[in-house]
């Protein structure tokens, strides 16, 4: 996934550039498209740049990551339990169980949900886009998709922690 989000991110580097320099040599049909380009460069980028900002110092026990009360109720109705194994992990290794201590993991799954919040909310400043090209039937969508698809990976981080949490509980439990 991490080579996947990086070619993207390469891609429509290129292609945005290529696009702005043939409209400003002349080229007024390519503005569009080169907005479109740069569009789906600012989100993939900015979820790149987020991740490699965001720092590791989170603890789970802090009062944002403590499971909430209506949480267990929205992830039932949400059915996370269901769609969580399906969605692409960006470092599968960092989850992984029989190399990493459950209270490692803990910590990352705090620090990527963070990142997903940050990156939901910079999703929708493209909308701002929308005042100065007038194209909302553009902007919008992929705002909003990027903002609701960033939440879900918060969800299933939000929805995994106790677990991690119950295991590292166990285990201190039998030392």
Not at 159 to 165: C, D, H, S
Request: aromatic content about 16%.
């Amino acid at each position: 996934m991490k080579r996947f989000a990086y070619s993207v991110t390469a891609i429509f580097l290129l292609l945005t550039g290529l696009l702005f320099t043939l409209w400003s040599l002349g080229k007024k049909s390519m503005l569009f498209p080169a907005v479109i380009c740069s569009t789906v460069l600012y989100h993939a980028g900015m979820r790149l740049f987020v991740g490699l900002v965001t720092g590791h110092g989170f603890r789970p026990d802090s009062p944002w990551f403590l499971e909430k009360p209506f949480e267990k109720a929205l992830y039932r109705k949400l059915r996370v339990k269901k769609w969580k194994a399906k969605m692409p992990t960006y470092s599968p290794q960092t989850y992984a169980l029989a190399s990493l201590p459950p209270e490692t993991i803990a910590k990352t799954m705090c620090r990527n949900e963070v990142v997903h919040e940050l990156c939901a909310v910079f999703s929708l400043l493209p909308i701002l886009l929308g005042f100065s090209f007038g194209a909302w039937w553009f902007f919008v969508p992929t705002s909003v998709f990027g903002f609701f698809a960033d939440l879900a990976f918060a969800a299933m981080q939000r929805y995994n922690r106790p677990r991690i949490l119950r295991l590292v509980r166990r285990r201190q439990g039998n030392k």
